[in-house]
């Protein structure tokens, strides 16, 4: 049987003791590694049962916002679900929604759609950066992004050292940090279409060095089985709460 969709909405797990007070321990509270693995778990077997379409029409459905634009196909501009998805959770999480005010970085984000959300949840206050892979096959980033400059004249579109925007390549990391600022950001976003375990891990890592203690972190991901659920690890000790949402 199908989760209802009040136990969809409400799945989270909240990492007891110092890693909910923003400290970062060496262990992991293991009742919440495990709870955490059930709940990936779960919506990965929903995701199994249905064909793509359904699933992402029902998605649709779950989000006030998306369903908005997805009845109004005349006036709505066309956005990417990120796009959706981070007004929902800056209106229900109230850590995505001051984030946005912040400084934010945005990993694996071409086309953009992250970075349009939190402007319109800041009111193009927030003090954006973003990184993404370069190659043929690759989205490319909407041209008012590319376009965009900080008060210092530095592109607010980070492709590192090397060019390619790769989060696997350390000089690319480093340069994408240092233009953020250490340990600065208030809102980290990590996006990918299909995302390699091995880009799945190089997002959790990286998110750490840019956000201010207190900070959030907002993974998008595929539900994937074990593959997924090892890069995810770190999450368990480093944040608190840590919530699986549909």
Known sequence: PYPSLASMSGWAVTLEGKASKGAFPGGADHG?????????????????????????????????????????????????????RLLELAAEVPAVRQGCEGITLHLCEAPGNFVDGVLAVSERRADWHA????????????????????????????????????????????????????????????????????????????????????GCLVLRFDCDGPAVRAPLAPLRSLFGPVAIRP
């Open 32 to 84: 919440a590694a495990a709870a955490l693995d059930d709940a990936i778990a779960e919506v990965a077997a929903v995701s199994e049962q249905v064909s793509r379409a359904t699933l992402e029409y029902a998605r649709q459905c779950v989000n006030p916002a998306e369903l908005l634009q997805h009845v109004d196909t005349v006036t709505a501009v066309k956005r990417g679900r990120a796009f959706y």
């Open 131 to 214: 990184m993404s892979l370069v190659q043929p096959d690759a989205p490319r980033f909407y041209e008012h992004l590319v376009c965009a400059k900080k008060p210092n004249g530095h592109a607010r579109v980070i492709f590192g050292e090397r060019g390619d925007g790769d989060v696997l390549v350390e000089s690319n990391v480093a340069c994408a940090v240092h233009e953020v600022g250490a340990a600065t950001a208030a809102l980290v976003t990590a996006d990918a279409d299909a995302p390699t375990p091995a880009t799945l891990a190089a997002q959790v890592r990286i998110a750490p060095l840019a956000l201010a203690k207190g």
